[in-house]
């Protein structure tokens, strides 16, 4: 148990509703990242936290958008949503947001099924 | 931005033979290189890391080796046995702008019992 959770585990909604995942990182852990994998894809980056504050952001989507809470937990919201969104969607943890000096921690994932 | 490749994307050995996963990136300022592992449906797992100021560095069965001078790195599995199939990935953090982790596409690796 890598101590990153998410919630939920799956989730099946239609095309155009809007859903929002959440993530709590391991305990000390300031920093969260969001990626999205797509069937038999790679890992592709959506969004960094620290702290509270956006660090990095990668190849996210207008469509979705993401913050870190004061208690460090952090919520990825996906809206007007399309088939192509289906995906497992990770989130990942570390303590200081540098990921060359602490490792990321990920969680189990959402696996997300756009109808 | 960084530029990650890895090759191959599918590999099978033999039970017991040795697999080697190799992995080029762009930025010449990248000064760490972790591998992940992935078993089906599960989330990715940290099994190796280095630095740009070591060159090898090994864990029981895993190494991995830094060539900084022509930007790739590999992963070498020994001995391999079934519970090492997974898709692995490579990933590179340049320590530049926003020092994002960039992953690899991944490689199957299938072990043949």
């Known amino acids: 148990d890598s101590g990153v959770t998410q919630t939920p585990k799956h989730l099946i909604t239609a095309t155009g509703q809007r859903v929002t995942l959440r993530c709590s990182p391991r305990s000390g852990d300031l920093s969260v990242y969001w990626y999205q994998q797509s069937l038999d894809q790679g890992l592709q980056f959506l969004i960094q936290y620290y702290n509270g504050e956006e660090r990095a952001k990668g190849n996210i989507l207008e469509r979705f958008s993401a913050q870190q809470f004061p208690d460090l937990h952090s919520e990825l919201n996906l809206s007007s949503l399309e088939l192509g969104d289906s995906a497992l969607y990770f989130c990942?943890?570390?303590?200081?947001?540098?990921?060359?000096?602490?490792?990321?921690?990920f969680g189990n994932g959402t696996r997300l099924t756009v109808t | 931005g960084e530029n990650v490749e890895q090759h191959p994307s599918t590999l099978s050995v033999q039970e017991g033979d040795s697999a080697v996963i190799k992995c080029t990136y762009s930025d010449s300022a990248s000064n760490y290189f972790p591998w992940y592992k992935q078993e089906l449906g599960k989330r990715p797992q940290l099994i190796i890391d280095i630095r740009s100021n070591v060159g090898e560095k090994k864990d029981q069965r895993i190494a991995v080796t830094l060539n900084k001078t022509a930007k790739h790195f590999s992963l070498h599995i020994t001995e391999t046995q079934p519970e090492d199939s997974a898709v692995y990935f490579c990933?590179?953090?340049?320590?530049?702008?926003?020092?994002?982790?960039?992953f690899g596409t991944g490689t199957r690796l299938t072990i043949i019992p």
């Open positions: 990933a590179v953090i340049s320590n530049f702008g926003n020092e994002k982790l960039t």
């Open positions: 990942a943890s570390s303590v200081d947001g540098r990921a060359n000096n602490s490792p990321l921690h």
